[in-house]
């Protein structure tokens, strides 16, 4: 079914048809509309599931794990500072391996009080083992929702469905409304390997020493340093399933898609701009204006972000004469997030062949400083005619 409707409707659309059974939300702008318009399929009996309003996002986030625990797909929504206040049980969540689905709807960060789109919050979680997957428009939203159940369920690893708010969350567009019998064929039932049952009552997550130690049947039980590393090598090997999560989605659905990345006119491009979400989809524009002027330039979308596809990137970069990186995110006191992933991604993988890419870091757009195509363009531009950069330049600053 084709509808046009907001990103939020879609992100909705998307969980409605994957059957969670526990949503547990708090309100925050500009991620309210997703869970308001869940608690009314759950009232007018479209979505079968309990709907347990919170008065707190770290109560949603707390209410989501004991429900996977028991053994129950769930899903909760935030954004900004709702996303801080979750850090505990974000961080809780990601240890205990809880298979708990969560679209972060972009925003801004206080302090000062902002509520509009940036990309601070999200990345300022993305050291917590969350997986994360960014959007860039109401398609790719309602898709990696989907698709992020069928991926967290089988890695038992949390994710982060990332899109801009306002931006993606309150515009309308057009996209494709699958039926609800092909997501039930792509994505089974819930069938966790352990669930707390009443029955037969047991301890989770209780206090860990630092070395191994003998459960009380007698075995050898991990200590938390082999906890944290059975959860950085499952990390890496989502890139695996992800690629597996990819090739399933395309034989159900027929849209098939890079598992890692979303190339735009970058075979044959010398420079290429990279970035997260919908600001690829903009960068478009001002990749074909600079094509029309003879430069041969690309644009590169990063969809799978955690685990990074360092992999993918270097090879999807390879023979590339510069890299410019847009970001409407900071890792304060160096420079953006993105950026550094990515330098340290292209060392690893062409270091030693001479052939390094320059890398390029511009920050635009914090607290939803509006984003002129022509700057994007002429930044771009002016980057590949000088190609030297030692620190992130801001797009779009007044002092």
């Known amino acids: 079914m084709h509808i046009i409707e907001d990103g939020n409707a879609a992100a909705a659309l998307g969980v409605r048809l994957c059957r969670p059974q526990v949503i547990a939300a708090y309100p925050i702008t500009p991620q309210t509309p997703v869970t308001e318009k869940l608690s009314e399929y759950v009232e007018e009996g479209s979505l079968s599931a309990q709907y347990i309003p919170v008065e707190s996002e770290h ?72 997986i994360q997957m960014y959007c860039a428009d109401h398609q790719q939203i309602l898709d990696t929702v989907i698709k992020a159940y069928w991926l967290a369920e089988k890695v ?34 819930f069938q966790p390997e352990y669930a707390l049952n009443p029955r037969e009552p047991a301890n989770l997550n209780t206090v860990t020493l630092p070395d191994v130690r003998m459960d009380v049947h007698g075995e050898l039980a991990h200590g ?63 990749v074909d204006a600079l094509r029309a002027e003879g430069i041969r330039v690309g644009v590169m979308g ?4 955690r685990p990074f596809p360092d992999e993918a990137i270097a090879r999807a970069l390879t023979g590339k004469t510069g ?25 690893e993988y062409l270091g030693g062949t001479g052939r390094l890419p320059t890398v390029q870091n511009f920050i635009a757009g914090i607290g939803g400083r509006e984003i002129h195509t022509q700057d994007l363009t002429d930044t771009l531009r002016a980057a590949i005619q000088a190609r030297v950069s030692k620190e992130p330049a801001w797009i779009g600053l007044k002092l």
Not at 72 to 87: D, E, I, K, P
Not at 253 to 271: I, K, N, S, T, V
Not at 302 to 305: D, E, K, L, Q, S
Request: hydrophobic fraction near 45%.
């Open 156 to 189: 038992s690893i949390p994710i982060m469905v990332c899109y801009d708010g306002y931006i993606l969350s309150h515009t309308f567009m057009p996209f494709d409304l699958p039926e609800a019998r092909a997501v039930d064929a792509f994505l089974p039932p």
């Open 59 to 130: 109560s949603a986030l707390a209410v989501c794990i004991a429900a996977s625990s028991a053994g129950a797909r769930v899903f909760t929504a935030t954004s900004a500072n709702g996303l801080l206040y979750m850090h505990e049980q974000v961080q809780w969540a990601a240890g205990a391996r809880l298979p708990i689905v969560m679209c972060v709807v972009n925003r801004a960060v206080g302090a000062p009080w902002n509520i509009w789109n940036d990309q601070q919050d999200s990345i300022s979680q993305r050291d917590t083992g969350w």
């Open 302 to 305: 990063v969809r799978f972000y």
């Open 224 to 286: 938390y340093m082999e906890i944290r590393y059975l959860l950085q090598e499952d990390l890496r090997l989502a890139l695996g399933a992800a690629a597996e999560m990819e090739k399933r989605f395309a034989g159900v659905f027929g849209r098939e898609a890079d598992p890692y990345l979303e190339p735009y006119r970058c075979d044959d491009a010398d420079f290429v701009a990279v970035g997260l979400g919908s600001l690829t989809y903009q960068l478009r524009v001002s």
């Open 323 to 347: 890299v410019i990186v847009f970001e409407k995110a900071l890792s304060y006191g160096y420079e953006g997030a993105l950026a550094s992933d990515l330098k340290s991604a292209l060392y």
